[in-house]
């Protein structure tokens, strides 16, 4: 494991909480987010989301990681044995700024999470807006998604799985531009609650939320085996 994500468990949670709760809604970082990688091993899917949220990965560094979107995805992923989370996190707030500070973060295996923007897009730094397509298919995003493909490619990448429709269409044109022959692709809603109504029949209207959120999840988990993930049968270590 790399040595930067070596962690003392034992730090206080009570103090971690204090320490950070004046940060939530604190100004966006703005810098680029790198794609979780596992440390070793073959990646056989990538999920690719939109732009690093102002709460979670825009703090916390991590795809993801904090937002209340990834919450979800996390949560997937954890059941399938594909990341590994500290058992202290449990006690946390799901926060990025929180996760930071207490200096947690995910272990991937088998699979790669990235963006389709890598950092967290705003006009006054402190408001999250969507990426413009200028942005999303601009040369140097594009070739950046591409060195991506290609180093994961490499690593054994068997399949993508997009969240939300930006990542979808902007993924489009990366392999319009650079096709990969056999890669399995399936695209799913963003598990943010915008997402998850936009998808929904009739919009979510008289739908629990608790109920789009139970029924994403299980999608989510058969669209990441479908793209070429193999569910370990051993329970994962906990770190």
Same mark, same amino acid.
């Given at each position: *494991? ?54 979670? $990965? ?8 904090? !937002? ?6 996390? $949560?997937?992923?954890?059941? *399938? #044995?594909?990341?590994?989370? @500290?058992?202290?996190? !449990? ?12 200096? +947690? ?6 699979? $790669? ?27 140097? #995003?594009?070739? =950046? +998604?591409?060195?991506?493909? *290609?180093?994961? =490619? ?41 997402? +998850?109504?936009?998808?929904?029949? !009739? ?5 629990? *939320? ?12 058969? $669209? ?11 329970? @994962?270590?906990?770190?």
């Amino acid at each position: *494991m790399d040595s930067t994500r070596v962690i003392d468990w034992r730090l206080d949670v009570g103090s971690i909480v204090k320490s950070t709760r004046h940060e939530q809604g604190s100004r966006i970082v703005g810098t680029a987010v790198l794609p979780l990688l596992p440390p070793e091993g073959p990646v056989h899917v990538l999920l690719l989301g939109e732009a690093p949220g102002p709460r979670g $990965a825009d703090k916390s560094g991590v795809p993801f990681f904090g !937002d209340a979107a990834g919450k979800h995805l996390y $949560a997937v992923l954890r059941g *399938m #044995n594909a990341v590994v989370l @500290p058992t202290s996190i !449990d006690a946390l707030p799901w926060d990025g700024a929180t996760f930071a500070s207490a200096q +947690l973060a995910p272990i991937a295996h088998g699979i $790669a999470l990235g963006n389709a923007f890598d950092r967290c897009p705003t006009e006054n730094g402190t408001t999250f807006r969507a990426p413009t397509r200028v942005e999303l298919e601009g040369a140097d #995003n594009i070739a =950046r +998604l591409t060195r991506e493909l *290609m180093t994961l =490619r490499a690593r054994g990448l068997r399949g993508i799985v997009t969240l939300g429709r930006v990542a979808m269409k902007t993924m489009d044109v990366v392999l319009t531009r650079m096709p990969m022959d056999g890669l399995v692709r399936r695209a799913m809603a963003h598990p943010s609650a915008q997402g +998850l109504l936009s998808m929904a029949p !009739d919009r979510g209207r008289g739908a629990k *939320m608790a109920d789009l959120i139970d029924a994403w999840k299980v999608k989510c988990e058969r $669209a990441i085996i479908e793209a070429g993930f193999v569910v370990a049968e051993q329970e @994962p270590r906990h770190e």
